[in-house]
């Protein structure tokens, strides 16, 4: 029962690199997510999809874009990489449209930016 | 003005006892959920309790309730008989404009960090 699963874990990139980071649910919902997290900043929403075929921004969108490749699979990419983007990223699905369906969080993606 | 606010950045409470972390929010909605999250020394993002905003009683789960006071806008959490295991940080969230055409996004708090002393 896998849940939520990002790839890779942990990441090391140089300013000006790009990567891809990858995000895949295997419990049929809707809606994906991807935050990250900093320190006493608590979770900040970088992109959503509310359905497969669509995505929006969230707090934070700057730097980054986003693919809903299917139902399943939510990516996200740093076109080039900033120190300022050093942080934890989490992806995280939930059942329905809205209302009381809790977000499922994947483990996170610890990303260094030097 | 932020959606949600946490105003202890750390806790303390002994083993057994009960403590109640405060999360105050702002919305004009009158439709909205409220949800409170745990994150362990692990990393991972723990699902605790969800209120919604015409949820007549208080939610509770096991050890975990909540203390939702909708003319302040406040939904503390609860737990009681504390746990070693219970030391985390903890996190308030909501979700504005419940049903169709809502919106998706899941707001969330700093951050409270509960420290369970022996």
Not at chain 1, 74 to 92: G, I, K, M, N, W
Not at chain 2, 22 to 50: A, H
Not at chain 2, 95 to 103: D, N, Y
């Amino acid at each position: 029962n896998a849940g939520v699963t990002q790839t890779p874990k942990f990441q090391v990139l140089k300013t000006g690199q790009s990567m891809t980071l990858q995000c895949a649910q295997d419990m049929n919902h809707n809606s994906m997510y991807w935050y990250r997290q900093d320190p006493g900043m608590g979770l900040r929403l970088i992109y959503y999809s509310a359905s497969e075929g669509t995505t929006d921004k969230g707090e934070v969108p700057n730097g980054y874009n986003v693919s809903r490749l299917n139902k399943r699979e939510f990516s996200l990419r740093l076109e080039s990489a900033a120190p300022s983007q050093t942080s934890v990223y989490f992806c995280a699905s939930s059942a329905r449209t809205g209302g009381s369906s809790p977000l499922h969080f994947g483990n996170g993606t610890r990303l260094t930016v030097t | 003005a932020q959606k949600i606010t946490q105003t202890q950045p750390g806790m303390f409470v002994q083993e057994k006892e009960a403590v109640t972390l405060d999360c105050t929010y702002d919305t004009s909605d009158q439709s909205y959920g409220l949800f409170w999250y745990k994150q362990p020394s692990s990393g991972e993002m723990i699902f605790l309790i969800y209120q919604g905003s015409y949820d007549e009683q208080n939610a509770t789960e096991g050890r975990y309730s909540l203390n939702f006071q909708k003319a302040r806008k406040s939904a503390n959490l609860v737990i009681s008989a504390s746990q070693l295991g219970d030391s985390a940080m903890y996190f308030c969230a909501m979700r504005e404009g419940l049903g169709q055409g809502g919106s998706e996004k899941l707001v969330f708090g700093k951050g409270t960090k509960l420290t369970v002393n022996p």
